[in-house]
Every structure is written in C-alpha cells, then in structure tokens.
C-alpha cells in the first residue's frame, strides 16, 4: 500500500541520517541500516539501489538549495551594481551570508553529512564545487569592473582561490564546531566585516 511504502521509506531514510552521521558514509553498513528501520536488505531494494543512492537522497536536495541561494543572491549583486552602488554590494553581503546561515541551520544534520561524513561519495567536493562558483562569478565580476573603466588592483587567481576557499571555511566551521544558530550569525557579522574589508583594500574598491 502506498501509505506503507512512504512510511518505510522515511524509516529508512530516518535511520540512514543517523547512521551516516555516527561512523559516515564508509564505515556505515547497509545492513545496520535496515535493522534499525526494523526492514530486511531484500526489502530495502525496493526503495533505493545502493547506499550511494540513499546518501544522495538525503543530501541532494541541500546541494541544490544551496546552489540556488547562490545564483540569487548574485543575480541581485549584479542587479545593484548596474545601478552603480558598490558600496551597496558590500552592505548586502551581510543579508547573503546571514539567509545561507539559517539555510544551514534549517538543514544542519544534512549540512553535517555533506562536510564530515561524505567522505567516498561524490559530495565529497562539495566545499570545493561552491567555491567554484564564487571563483567564476568573482571573475565574469571583475571583468565588468574592467569593462567599465573601473580601475583595481590585480591579483593573482591562486590568491583569489585561497581567500575565497578560506572565506567558505570559516562558514563551514559554525557546523563542525556545532555553533548555536545565534552563535552563528554573530560569527557571519564578523566574517563580512572581516572579508569586505579585506576585499575592498586588495582590489582598492
């Protein structure tokens, strides 16, 4: 029955999240997994076809919420600075950072999965893939800087690399160092004063 099926299948999913986030994606066992959502591993075929698979279920939709946050908030970057207000780019760079942080905190035991317990899965990257992001829209942004007869500092790519993946880092680590959600937002107010800062005085914008 179709009620059936749904209940099992968040049973498993249920029992999978914990699974995952007490040993990780390798040393967890397929077969604990079903014994804890009280169903037999021929039983669990009928819900996903691997551990992978069931991994995937649990941490894709995150990956892909956090993907869109990120086009958003740069669509709108983009739609300020064509009104020529840079120094309003710098002031909503708190506002972005501070909806990505109850993103985060609205999705924390997934967000644990994907940084500390991915590891043989292909999330595994998944630090590096939003950086990136932020990497390929920091360059198409200073390319319209220089379009526009905006004159800055040059810098080189691995440098930029490095301060953006240590940007996403110090994110990240609210998870790892299990940060209150107020505790985490304090922190993202002095991550952007941190970074704009540092930013503005690199580039001389």
């Known amino acids: 029955m179709p009620g059936d099926f749904d209940q099992t299948h968040e049973k498993i999913l249920s029992s999978a999240k914990q699974n995952f986030l007490a040993h990780g994606y390798e040393r967890t066992n397929l077969r604990r997994i079903c014994t804890d959502a009280c169903i037999t591993t021929g039983a669990f075929y009928f819900h996903f076809p691997d551990k992978e698979a069931l991994f995937s279920a649990l941490v894709e939709p995150v990956v892909q919420g956090s993907k869109n946050m ?13 009104k020529g207000s840079l120094d309003q780019l710098y002031e909503i760079s708190y506002k972005s950072i501070a909806g990505y942080i109850n993103y985060i905190y609205d999705n924390f035991d997934c967000f644990k999965l994907l940084l500390m317990c991915s590891d043989g899965t292909e999330y595994s990257n ?11 829209s920091a360059e198409a942004f200073l390319a319209i ?43 993202a107010h002095i991550l952007k004063t941190f970074y704009n800062a540092g930013w503005r005085a690199l580039f001389n914008i």
Do not use: G
């Open 70 to 82: 990120y086009t958003a908030s740069e669509e709108e970057n983009y739609d300020l600075f064509d």
């Open 126 to 136: 998944f630090v590096d893939d939003i950086v990136t992001l932020e990497e390929n």
């Open 145 to 187: 800087l220089k379009q526009k007869k905006i004159k800055i500092n040059e810098l080189q790519k691995e440098d930029i690399h490095l301060l953006i993946h240590s940007y996403y880092s110090s994110i990240f680590e609210v998870v790892a160092h299990d940060f209150t959600r107020d505790r985490a937002l304090a922190h």
